[in-house]
């Protein structure tokens, strides 16, 4: 097999699948690797790695939340022949203090940025479609969205923004040894973002503000995994020190315009019916 090939881990997410579309569309060789993808992968079987690398000369590396796994994989994916990799992480990640998805996000950094390969770091903001697709769609659709995050905005960002970022550092040479802060435009508070998918709909969504101690309290009574608990809490404990609050220019500096506003999106996606 010719080492020429675009692995994309978490293929079957909500920016691999996007990241494997715009590579496909360009007439690129693809594998999508997922646990249900075309190319099974598991960071929890290592005997699903080598198969899955075979003939990849560029990996799109979604971050695991368990750090474990990610150093063996990187260096067997350099020693097999990937040349370049692109990790997508989160945007403070390394100030995170090692809480929930951050210390995965910054283990798949520390281990490609000593791999020896080619580089660059995505580092988003919430994506506007963790709105659509699942942490606050059914929240949306009941009418009550409650966090601990208060009036700290949030510049959130279209994963397919991210996807076209992605690509171009997958497939372009100038972004080696780059890492990528990737937001939208100066956004709204978390409650503003809430009144503007109610307004676009027309429908009676409430914000309602809860402290951290409650919020952890609600998640753990819907049954929420504890780890998802201290994931979400940590993430949120992130925003709140305003470490993500600023708009930042990773978007323009790529692709050479500026990120879509999540007002825009909102009108677009409030017009499927997807929150009615």
Do not use: C
Not at 115 to 142: C, I, K, Y
Not at 241 to 260: I, N, Q, S, Y
């Amino acid at each position: 097999m010719s080492q020429n090939d675009y692995l994309v881990l978490g293929g079957t997410g909500k920016t691999g699948r996007r990241v494997a579309r715009r590579l496909r569309a360009a007439g690129l060789p693809v594998r999508v690797a997922a646990r249900s993808g075309e190319v099974r992968f598991d960071w929890e079987r290592r005997d699903t790695w080598r198969p899955a690398l075979d003939g990849a000369h560029a990996v799109y590396l979604v971050a695991p939340d368990d750090p474990g796994p990610v150093g063996a994989f990187v260096d067997l994916a350099a020693a097999t022949g990937t040349r370049r990799f692109v990790v997508l992480s989160g945007r403070g990640a390394d100030a995170a203090g090692g809480v929930g998805p951050s210390v995965g996000q910054v283990a798949a950094e520390r281990a490609v940025v000593a791999s020896g390969a080619e580089w660059t770091l995505l580092r988003p903001n919430n994506f506007n479609q963790n709105f659509t697709e699942d942490l606050w769609l059914q929240p949306l659709r009941a009418g009550r969205i409650a966090l601990p995050i208060g009036d700290v905005p949030e510049p959130f960002i279209d994963a397919e923004d991210i996807a076209e970022v992605a690509v171009a550092a997958l497939t372009g040479d100038r972004h080696a040894g780059q890492a990528y802060d990737l937001s939208g435009p100066a956004g709204p508070t978390w409650r503003g973002a809430v009144a503007t998918i109610a307004e676009a709909t027309g429908r009676d969504i409430v914000y309602e503000e809860l402290t951290p101690e409650q919020y952890r309290a609600e998640l753990a009574a819907e049954g929420v995994p504890p780890a998802f608990v201290e994931a979400l809490d940590g993430m949120f404990a992130l925003h709140r020190a305003g470490l993500t609050a600023e708009a930042a220019d990773g978007v323009r500096r790529v692709l050479g315009r500026e990120p879509v506003a999540f007002g825009d999106w909102v009108a677009r996606i409030a017009a499927t019916g997807v929150w009615s």
